[in-house]
């Protein structure tokens, strides 16, 4: 049976809503409840609905109704700016080498292996997002810092994290934008690279360690794996004034786990899934 009308209508506020929260302070995330649904993030633009980081795909996600995005960003051997998850072209483009081991000329003749599209440079999306926030659309990038200790050695970091920052920072708002990262130096890089910027760990389950370790770093935002987060680890790490995300939910199923768990965000592989089966939802009014 379709949603009632004004259902379907409430879905973009809660969303905008849910947005809106993310971009507060981020200390006063125990004084409040979490969403009664998580912010769900287009996973590399949605890897299960589309050719993964490719432009094409962030299109897609935002056509089915997606306003937050996750991507993952690499530097070329001559210092352009590009978005791949993995180490290796291999898997996606069928490519030898990295993104690191390449010019950017060498990057713009490769195509992936599903649909032939161009690897994206990060201009290429953001500009894509620029278009919608200047049509006064709410939309939120979180972009995940893909270093490794063998590709990005400590003295390439703080390069690595001026160039992506001066890049965003030129195209979208401070609320439109955040960084992420398994990589502990780069998170600290960035910091060095913009002080007042939104950052995110990822790691583990949520728990204490979890925990302890943002408030060491001075960070207030985590995102953990989904599978074996539980609702009382998250409602401790929001009473220490953490706000809790999460990563590891490619299905909507995965979805309803991470909002039985009180997250407040949380990436999807499937966003257009995860939109649907939201509008089936009774949502309370923003």
């Excluded at 030898?96 to 994206?120: C, F, H, M, N, W």
């Excluded at 953490?242 to 009180?262: H, R």
Aim: include cysteine.
């Amino acid at each position: 049976m379709s949603p009632p009308t004004a259902m379907r209508k409430k879905l973009p506020r809660l969303l905008s809503a849910a947005l809106g929260a993310l971009c507060a302070a981020t200390t006063a995330a125990a004084a409040t409840p979490p969403p009664a649904f998580p912010l769900p993030l287009a996973h590399r633009g949605g890897s299960r609905e589309a050719d993964e980081n490719t432009l094409a795909a962030f299109q897609t996600a935002f056509a089915a109704g997606a306003r937050a995005f996750e991507t993952d960003v690499r530097m070329s051997l001559d210092g352009a700016l590009f978005l791949l998850h993995d180490n290796t072209l291999k898997r996606t483009t069928g490519a030898d080498g990295s993104v690191e081991t390449l010019t950017a000329a060498q990057l713009r003749e490769i195509r992936t292996l599903k649909t032939k599209a161009p690897i994206p440079a990060l201009d290429d999306l953001l500009a894509f997002l620029a278009e919608k926030t200047a049509a006064k659309e709410n939309v939120l990038l979180q972009l995940e810092l893909k270093t490794n200790k063998k590709q990005y050695p400590d003295d390439a970091l703080d390069p690595y994290c001026r160039k992506i920052h001066a890049a965003v920072s030129g195209k979208l708002p401070p609320s439109a934008y955040r960084y992420s990262s398994f990589d502990r130096r780069a998170l600290l890089a960035m910091r060095r690279a913009a002080p007042n910027a939104t950052l995110v760990i990822l790691g583990d389950p949520c728990g204490p360690d979890r925990v302890r370790e943002a408030l060491d770093l001075g960070i207030h935002t985590i995102a953990c794996r989904v599978k074996g987060t539980t609702r009382e680890a998250v409602d401790a790490a929001r009473r220490a004034g953490l706000s809790v995300g999460g990563w590891g939910a490619p299905t909507p199923a995965d979805y309803q786990k991470a909002a039985a768990a009180g997250l407040e965000f949380v990436t999807t592989d499937t966003p257009a899934a995860v939109l649907a089966w939201l509008k089936t939802q009774k949502q309370p009014a923003p």
